[in-house]
């Protein structure tokens, strides 16, 4: 599974860039696709635009986000469905619960020239059931702080992922979350953030 992981990780390095992003910014590359997850099965849908309302995504809400899909390796490779299969572990005790999955792989970038913004929109919500935050990679960074509000807004926590496989699992009905900005300790250096992002929604 070590060697797995490893491939894992570098397929992060085939990511696109993200060209909605309205600040101007061009520090997010991702990829995104959907599944759904039923007694222990994975099963990739039809490749579809990614949709957020402005209720959930005041920022690039309200109108289809065409991404490219991921990678038939990525999908194929056994961490993820490792991956899945741990996180519905946590959270349903029922196999029969059918799962609709939004995939998203995201790199954050910095540079002397612009920061990286994990979350544009802040602290937000995804609308979601279920949230896994993971990180794959963390590269010549300060910042990104993670933070975790509940639905009064009072902060509840706050930690840096820094280690690869290091992460969140969140309720998306309870909490709000959000990710403070990046930039590169070394300024002559490239910088980045390497991030898996799974939600779970009940179907």
């Avoid at 309720?171 to 250096?189: A, C």
Wanted: with cysteine; glycine share 6%; net charge positive.
């Amino acid at each position: 599974m070590a060697h797995a992981y490893q491939r894992f990780c570098r397929s992060w390095n085939q990511l696109l860039p993200d060209p909605y992003l309205r600040d101007g910014g061009r520090y997010r590359l991702r990829r995104y696709s959907v599944f759904h997850w039923q007694y222990g099965q994975l099963k990739q849908l039809p490749h579809e635009p990614h949709y957020q309302s402005s209720y959930h995504n005041a920022v690039h809400g309200g109108f289809n986000r065409h991404f490219r899909a991921w990678l038939p390796t990525t999908v194929s490779n056994p961490v993820f469905k490792t991956l899945i299969a741990w996180s519905v572990e946590q959270f349903s005790a029922n196999p029969s619960q059918l799962w609709r999955i939004q995939a998203h792989q995201f790199r954050i970038v910095a540079s002397a020239l612009e920061e990286g913004r994990p979350t544009p929109e802040g602290v937000h919500k995804d609308g979601a059931d279920y949230i896994l935050i993971m990180l794959l990679d963390r590269h010549n960074v300060q910042g990104g702080l993670s933070h975790i509000y509940n639905n009064q807004m009072q902060a509840l926590g706050q930690c840096t992922l820094s280690t690869s496989t290091d992460l969140l699992l969140v309720n998306d009905h309870k909490v709000y979350h959000g990710v403070t900005p990046i930039l590169p300790e070394d300024k002559s250096q490239a910088a980045w953030r390497d991030v898996l992002v799974l939600t779970f929604h009940r179907q």
